[in-house]
Nanobody, 113 residues
Framework: QVQLVESGGGTVQPGGSLRLSCAASGNINSIYAMGWYRQAPGKERELVAYITSGGTTNYDDSVKGRFTISRDHAKNTAYLQMNSLKPEDTAVYYC???????WGQGTQVTVSS
């Protein structure tokens, strides 16, 4: 089993930045990818970005050039740096391991003036 704990959500004005963190524990040697999904009110949950153990990254088109996913293996932590935030980025953000195998509890990100 893998446990994931997110932090770093909050409220920011349009154009601002936030960094989300996701600390993994448990059977971390089984993790081959970590990622972030988000779910906005009334919408389906969508994949935002992921990073593999080899360092390969992938982003949804809506966040390319604004968000950066990274992973610190020594700290068993993944990060999502979010810049140039837009109101449409408002959602609950979930950290995952091995895509949909393990989920964190979610952290709210609100972009509003």
């Amino acid at each position: 089993q893998v446990q994931l704990v997110e932090s770093g959500g909050g409220t920011v004005q349009p154009g601002g930045s936030l960094r989300l963190s996701c600390a993994a524990s448990g059977n971390i040697n089984s993790i081959y990818a970590m990622g972030w999904y988000r779910q906005a009110p009334g919408k389906e949950r969508e994949l935002v970005a992921y990073i593999t153990s080899g360092g390969t990254t992938n982003y949804d088109d809506s966040v390319k050039g604004r968000f950066t996913i990274s992973r610190d293996h020594a700290k068993n932590t993944a990060y999502l740096q979010m810049n140039s935030l837009k109101p449409e980025d408002t959602a609950v953000y979930y950290c995952t391991a091995n895509f949909k195998s393990y989920w964190g509890q979610g952290t709210q990100v609100t972009v509003s003036s």
